[in-house]
């Protein structure tokens, strides 16, 4: 790291979040702490990534995270900014909570909040025109608020089930810009909701002393009283931010430097150890094999979601409680969502329009995790599941493009297009350039494109780059459909 470089831009970072909420006198050097030891560095060289500084309250009886955001940004759109866009994920019908901004300013000046698309959007119309490569900052206050009980029939990642009131993406998160028109797509909950580029979040929530809070990120000052604890955590480098207030129980491993903790299901230790060592072995592998987890914490966690089996946030994962156990799908599954913390996670892409870039390669993960732990058999096993799916597909004559929005799949041609295909391609990839180079192919696309957002042709191009061959004939075939 370049000690020099990195107090210069603390010392910028500390003056522009003098008015924030926050009395952290250094917000980026603090940021580290949540870094793996060897990727602590990443900070310095990443430090014009927006800026999530959030202070609130969470309210388990109420189900709700009341709280004020400061957002302090460089805008690298090219262009002059009129107006800004918020995602409201809670809004959205499929995840059923609600958030609501009551106040909200632009560099200092009140601006009215504006809903659009069924209220999934807030836009601000800024007074004056935040300038190409100029700083802005937002402070809004909001309240969110979780359905009860709501996992059976709703997307189930914004969640109070009795035990744990889960937060995921439960902030006013700032759209995404693409060469300088804003997003505002509302998602297809078929597949994950959120694509973003990384930031930096610094949240401090007070919460009931008879909670855990878990989250993204690392926990670096706890305060307490009789009844409250007040906690802050850093994020490092993470593409969204989640939390969640737990009475769960939790047992711990560290691996490589990195701490995994599991919250189980009540009255299911066991499961709970299973999971823990499930989730040991993968993260191994993964590091050994992509790159180490530039993270020093993951923490996954049950919830009574019924709607899902596992999602991946960053730096945390949500399974469905009646998932708990010691089958070797769970452990396919768990291997599954840990390998997103690479793939989507490290090395991000579009999650609505090319979801398969990453589900492809935590899918993939899988075959290779059981091979490696397993032993070959157990990976040909794994294997032909997806050989299966995609020639049922193919047989009701529903093949096509993988790289395409979701929205314009069904529910079957998402599911193997998008997970079982893109595994496939990857397979066919590995057999025509070897294992090894498949490996050395997969370590230099990570490296390359740690903390950026990616479409399917980086991949061929570390392969390309690897194998001193071409695999394009592959993408065109498999991925495209040509």
Not at 53 to 61: L, M, P
Not at 99 to 124: C, D, H, W, Y
Not at 267 to 275: D, E, H, R, S, Y
Not at 449 to 465: C, E, H, I, K, T
């Amino acid at each position: 790291m370049n000690w020099l470089r990195m107090g210069l831009v603390v010392c910028l970072w500390c003056w522009l979040a003098g008015t924030v909420a926050h009395a952290a006198a250094d917000p980026l050097s603090d940021q580290q702490a949540a870094m793996h030891t060897s990727t602590r560095g990443d900070v310095a060289t990443h430090a014009d990534a927006p800026l999530y500084q959030i202070v609130g309250t969470v309210d388990v009886s109420k189900r709700t995270w009341q709280a004020t955001q400061t957002l302090t940004f460089r805008n690298r759109s090219g262009v002059a900014l009129n107006k800004l866009y918020f995602r409201l994920v809670a809004n959205l019908p499929d995840v059923g909570g609600t958030i609501a901004i009551s106040t909200a300013t632009v560099n200092g000046k009140t601006t009215p909040v504006k809903l659009e698309s069924n209220r999934f959007l807030a836009r601000l119309d800024v007074a004056t025109a935040i300038a190409p490569d100029a700083l802005a900052t937002v402070v809004l206050q909001f309240v969110t608020t979780a359905p009860n009980n709501g996992g059976t029939k709703l997307y189930g990642t914004l969640n109070y089930d009795g035990q744990t009131l889960a937060l995921a993406t439960a902030y006013p998160q700032l759209a995404m810009l693409n060469n300088g028109q804003w997003d505002t797509t509302i998602p297809d909950s078929k597949g994950d909701l959120v694509t973003s580029p990384v930031a930096f979040y610094d949240v401090t929530t007070t919460l009931p002393r008879t909670h855990a809070l878990v989250s993204t990120g690392t926990a670096v000052s706890t305060s307490t009283t009789s009844t409250n604890q007040t906690i802050r955590v850093v994020s490092g480098l993470q593409r969204d931010f989640t939390l969640a207030a737990t009475t769960l129980a939790s047992v711990t491993a560290t691996v490589d430097g990195t701490l995994l903790r599991v919250y189980y299901p009540k009255g299911k230790l066991k499961a709970g150890q299973v999971t823990l060592n499930y989730a040991s072995q993968a993260m191994r592998f993964f590091n050994q094999s992509y790159g180490q987890y530039p993270y020093n914490e993951l923490d996954l966690i049950t919830v009574n979601a019924g709607t899902f089996e596992g999602i991946e946030f960053p730096g945390m994962l949500l399974f469905e409680q009646r998932r708990y156990n010691t089958s070797a799908d769970f452990e396919s599954l768990v291997v599954h969502e840990v390998a997103h913390q690479w793939f989507y996670g490290v090395v991000g892409n579009d999650v609505q329009n090319h979801a398969w870039v990453d589900e492809g390669f935590a899918t993939y993960s899988q075959v290779l995790y059981l091979e490696s732990v397993r032993g070959a058999k157990a990976g040909a096993a794994e294997k032909s599941l997806f050989v299966d799916d995609y020639n049922y597909l193919k047989s009701q004559k529903a093949d096509g493009s993988m790289d395409r929005p979701i929205r314009t799949m069904d529910e079957d041609q998402y599911g193997v297009l998008t997970y079982s295909k893109a595994a496939l391609y990857l397979d066919a990839i590995r057999t025509q350039v070897g294992a090894q180079t498949f490996l050395t192919a997969v370590r230099s696309y990570v490296s390359t494109n740690r903390y950026a957002l990616v479409d399917g042709s980086a991949f061929v191009q570390a392969v390309n780059g690897s194998c001193g061959c071409t695999v394009q004939p592959l993408f065109t075939r498999w991925v495209l459909a040509k």
